[in-house]
């Protein structure tokens, strides 16, 4: 129960971090957000002081989803440093925001995420929420990147899931129905391959559907701080999200492949 407590508070924490960092938010924006982020908290206290699993995918099977976890927090905690910087600047924001601005220059060619997340602005945005956004966008998406590689390193190098005990299937991936049809293994390195090719695409794609929805309706308007933050976060971070979901399910296929073939071959020195 208190390991479910103290996920329960960093959920909330996390939620509630860019209000309570940046200058200037209104009453009835952090009442909202603290609603949010109560809900939030009781969702994830309730998945893991329960015994049965709901929808959260590899809850047992360490350090998946910490890591997922930090690299949301990392994201959010930085981006929320550099857009505080800029009405309250101090060394690690005016640190922060030179290197965001360096990424994004590095990452602005055409075509890229970046350049055309750009593109979504008004054609008459001004040149300095131009430049915030890349900063915003340079930063979320290398740490996107460098989270991703790092849990793959870490799948591999960790033995991952083994080295915390057997893999129970049920509880780590509850929404993957195993006796749907056909095989198992199949299903997983599909659903892999569909994940990583996903979380490849969707930086390219959110842009493109942020400026086809600004067709339709008001567009984002990236002036609000916290409005920057969560849209560069939630680019950023559900791609990666879905990359790291892949590599683990894969990673799990790999396993099950592999018992497999120890069982055939037992079975065939049994037979000769």
Request: aromatic share 10%; no cysteine; charged share 15%.
């Amino acid at each position: 129960m208190i390991s479910a407590g103290v996920r329960a508070f960093l959920v909330a924490m996390l939620i509630a971090l860019p209000a309570l960092m940046l200058p200037g938010v209104s009453a009835d924006t952090t009442q909202m957000i603290a609603l949010l982020a109560l809900l939030a908290a009781m969702l994830t206290f309730v998945e893991y002081v329960s015994v049965f699993p709901s929808f959260v995918e590899f809850r047992d099977a360490p350090p998946f989803n910490r890591m997922r976890f930090l690299t949301l927090f990392l994201t959010i905690v930085t981006l929320t440093l550099v857009s505080r910087g800029q009405g309250e600047p101090n060394g690690l924001s005016a640190l922060l925001t030179a290197v965001g601005g360096q990424l994004g220059l590095l990452l602005d060619f055409p075509f890229s995420p970046v350049r055309l997340m750009l593109l979504t602005l008004p054609a008459d945005a001004p040149e300095t929420l131009q430049q915030s956004l890349r900063t915003h966008a340079g930063l979320a998406y290398v740490i996107s990147v460098l989270s991703t590689m790092l849990v793959w390193g870490l799948v591999h190098a960790m033995q991952w899931p083994l080295r915390n005990g057997a893999f129970n299937f049920w509880v780590n991936l509850p929404l993957f129905d195993p006796t749907a049809g056909g095989d198992v293994l199949y299903r997983l390195k599909r659903d892999s391959h569909v994940n990583v090719a996903l979380g490849f695409l969707l930086p390219f794609l959110i842009p493109a559907v942020l400026k086809a929805a600004s067709a339709m309706m008001d567009p984002i308007s990236f002036d609000d701080p916290q409005t920057m933050i969560w849209t560069m976060t939630a680019w950023a971070f559900l791609p990666a999200s879905m990359i790291m979901r892949g590599v683990a399910l894969m990673r799990i296929a790999e396993l099950i492949e592999e018992k497999r073939r120890r069982a055939y071959a037992q079975a065939e020195l049994l037979v000769a």
